[in-house]
Structure formats: C-alpha cells, structure tokens
C-alpha cells in the first residue's frame, strides 16, 4: 500500500466530565472543544483533525452519554448514538480515578456490539486515587473481545500516553482519501466557534447557578475593516491555520437564559459578570482567529427552550 493514507471518522464516547474535550484538543494540538469541569457541556459532535505523514484521523467528540429521560439529555444520546454509528472507529474514554457504575455499565453494553471498531483510553490516570487494573478488569469483564493491546493508560492534562493511542487508531484506520485538507484542524465554522467560547466562559461563571439553563446564539456578524469574508456556520473561515488575515470582526451575541429572573445572574452586580465572560471570551477568540473580535455581548431570555424541539435541532442537530 506504498503511497497510500489512512483516513477515518474516530467518536469519542464516554461519561460526562472523563475528560474527552480535553483528549480531543490534546490530540489535535488546538482548541478544538471546550472545557468545563460542569458534565454535559458538551452539546454537539465536535470534529477535529489530525493530520500525519500516514494520513488523517477526524476525531467527533460527543456528548456525554447520563441517563436521564429529559427530552434534552435525549438529544445529546442520539448525537452520540449517531456519531457512533457512523464512524469508521471509537474512542471508549474512562475515567481511572472514578469506579465503574451503573453509567459505565450502560455504555459498555451500548458499544459492546461495535467492538471490533473500538479501543479505549482510560484518562486521568495521574489523578489522585486512580486504578487503572480496576478499570482494565471492567472492560475485560464488560467487553471481553476488546484486545488488550487496544487498552491505553492516558493522561489528557500531562499529555502522557497519547502518541501510542494515536498510533493504535492510525494502525486501525481504513485506507482512504484525507476528508479535509492538511491544514484544518477542524471543520467548525466561525459562527459556532464563537458561540462556543462563550457559552464556555459562562458556564465558568455561572456553574453553580444555571450552567444547563444558557445557551449562546450569535445574532450577527460584520467585517468592521478590511476585505469582507464568507462567516456563515458553515463556512472554513479562520479554523484553519494560514486563514488570510482580517483586522476586526464585530459579534453581536446573545447569552439566552429560560427566565426572565435568570437575567441578572449573568449580567452580574454592575454588570460584572457579563463584563468578565466578554473579556475572558475575546482573549481565546483572539488566539484562535486572524483577526480582532469586538464582541458586543448581551442576555435575553428564551423561555423554557429546552423543551423547544425545532431550538433544539438548530442547537445540538447542526
């Protein structure tokens, strides 16, 4: 196969708050997925790239899979659900410093038919208390046909482990065609990335109040100076890296809460709150994009969205 790429679809699955977010943005070298110690942040199938010299993995970082039957947590199940189904592999994260409950047994007997597509990564293991041979001994039990050597002790924070998981999913992966060009690190387009880093500084600040209650809905977009650009969601726009430079993109985003009595939490006393998730927001955005955000950032209230079916699929099905 002289000449040949290897090129595959990876989802990466697990518990809430395992780590995956982290892994991903690890394994892609950027940003790729926020971060938030609050489980189920992550809302969507978020795809990053990883490209070598044998190829090109795309890793779909997905919704942590709780039981629950809320009609929200039933979406995230079947973003996973599908990414899964889709893939040409899967990532199995665990957490080696939490025990194996009643959560991981659930999910284990959910991949337990796609065994021959999966390998798995138990992270954290350089955190207090954890096991690894606890964890090894309940994938050996729950899924007995997932070979041993495609079992990996990872550290996402220290980055210890990673290129031998790497090296396993390359080894794994189909002959085939990169999916997208060698410089992207992610498919993401702007209008998105941007609603991400927010939402991701407000659950920040507002963790023990209403983390699951906000979503951010970026309302408008302009070139302010400079040549204009296409920015809609879709478009492959300052994800990757060589983007051609701009000098100030103007947002005009909305953090949305379910009550009206929701409002002044985010904004905060003299408007302090929504003054720090704006600053803390424009920081990362200016690392990852060629230009200068100028974030105009206001709250409104969208009430009672979660139970909004057509809110919804715009939100988590895009």
């Given at each position: ?189 702007v209008q998105f990335r941007i609603a991400e880093i927010i ?10 109040e209403l983390p699951h209650s906000i979503y951010v809905d ?31 993109l103007w947002v005009r985003a909305f953090i949305a809460v ?61």
């Amino acid at each position: 196969m002289d000449g040949q790429k290897k090129a595959a679809f990876t989802a990466v699955v697990g518990r809430p708050s395992v780590g995956k977010s982290t892994l991903v943005n690890r394994l892609c070298g950027e940003k790729v997925a926020i971060v938030s110690p609050v489980p189920q942040t992550t809302r969507n199938a978020i795809r990053g790239i990883v490209n070598r010299e044998a190829g090109q993995i795309v890793f779909v970082d997905t919704p942590g899979r709780h039981k629950s039957e809320k009609k929200f947590n039933r979406k995230l199940l079947s973003v996973s659900d599908r990414s899964m189904e889709e893939a040409d592999l899967i990532l199995y994260v665990l957490d080696a410093s939490r025990p194996p409950a009643g959560e991981e047994e659930a999910i284990a007997a959910r991949i337990l038919p796609l065994a021959d597509r999966l390998v798995a990564g138990v992270n954290k293991i350089d955190a207090p208390g954890a096991d690894f041979e606890e964890a090894l001994t309940f994938l050996r039990d729950k899924i007995p046909a997932l070979k041993r050597e495609r079992i990996f002790q990872v550290s996402a924070l220290k980055n210890r482990g990673l290129g031998e998981l790497l090296d396993c999913l390359f080894h794994l992966a189909p002959w085939g065609e990169p999916f997208y060009p060698a410089d992207f690190y992610t498919d993401q387009g702007v209008q998105f990335r941007i609603a991400e880093i927010i939402r991701e500084k407000a659950v920040a600040r507002l963790r023990e109040e209403l983390p699951h209650s906000i979503y951010v809905d970026v309302a408008d977009m302009e070139f302010r100076d400079g040549p204009s650009g296409d920015t809609g969601d879709g478009a492959p726009a300052g994800e990757y890296r060589g983007a051609p430079p701009r000098r100030r993109l103007w947002v005009r985003a909305f953090i949305a809460v379910e009550r009206e009595s929701q409002k002044g939490m985010v904004v905060g006393k003299g408007g302090q709150t929504i003054k720090a998730i704006r600053q803390a927001a424009r920081k990362d955005l200016d690392r990852i994009f060629d230009w200068k955000i100028e974030l105009d950032l206001r709250v409104k209230t969208a009430r009672d969205w979660r139970h909004n079916d057509t809110l919804l699929k715009r939100l988590i099905e895009r």
